[in-house]
């Protein structure tokens, strides 16, 4: 079993999820195989953690098709489970993030280094642009109603037709206030079920 230390500097990150910290050093039982703790920087409440993406319009979460591992699989928004498939981290890279499926390491990314309204959004190697995102509409540690742009393209993911249906295609289309292109980062804790 491990104990997570946050220091003072932790304890601002942990006010985000919970509505007060008055101790200097929170100490709380881990869930055997997940370690995490505060990074370095104003990212200290996003990176290398492992979040669910989900969709402020539908409710539900994006994830990998069949949960699937390969290259240029195509993502969707499902009711949101425990599995790793529907775990995100992100990563710092040249242009804000890599958002990097827990399951099968692959990057979220633009097929075809599209630049076009419903581009499909797919799982793919990491590296180039199209992997790379910028994330909007945060306040300091806040990670809900956000919005993803894609650092090649500059369009925002989304989900096709804002459908609210299971299985619903994410795609990318030209940023904006609907909700459908909004994105609550939602932390998740606890081994995965798969």
Not at 53 to 67: K, Q
Not at 106 to 134: H, M, P, Y
Request: hydrophobic share 40%; proline share 2%; net charge positive.
């Amino acid at each position: 079993m491990a104990v997570l230390i946050f220091g003072v500097r932790g304890c601002s990150v942990m006010k985000s999820f919970w509505s007060r910290c008055g101790v200097a050093v929170l100490v709380g039982v881990a869930v055997p195989g997940v370690i995490a703790g505060p990074a370095a920087g104003q990212d200290r409440g996003l990176l290398g953690l492992g979040y669910q993406l989900v969709n402020a319009n539908s409710h539900r979460c994006l994830t990998v098709t069949a949960g699937g591992l390969a290259d240029n699989a195509i993502l969707i928004q499902k009711d949101c489970a425990r599995d790793s498939s529907y775990r995100w981290r992100f990563q710092r890279s040249a242009a804000g993030y890599r958002i990097v499926n827990a399951k099968s390491g692959k990057c979220l990314t633009i097929a075809g280094d599209s630049v076009e309204d419903n581009g499909f959004a797919i799982q793919n190697r990491c590296g180039g642009a199209t992997s790379e995102w910028q994330v909007g509409g945060r306040t300091g540690l806040d990670l809900a109603y956000i919005r993803l742009e894609n650092a090649h393209s500059h369009k925002c993911l989304t989900i096709a037709g804002g459908s609210v249906v299971e299985n619903g295609i994410a795609v990318q289309y030209r940023c904006d206030d609907e909700a459908s292109r909004r994105w609550t980062a939602k932390l998740m804790v606890g081994p995965a079920l798969d």
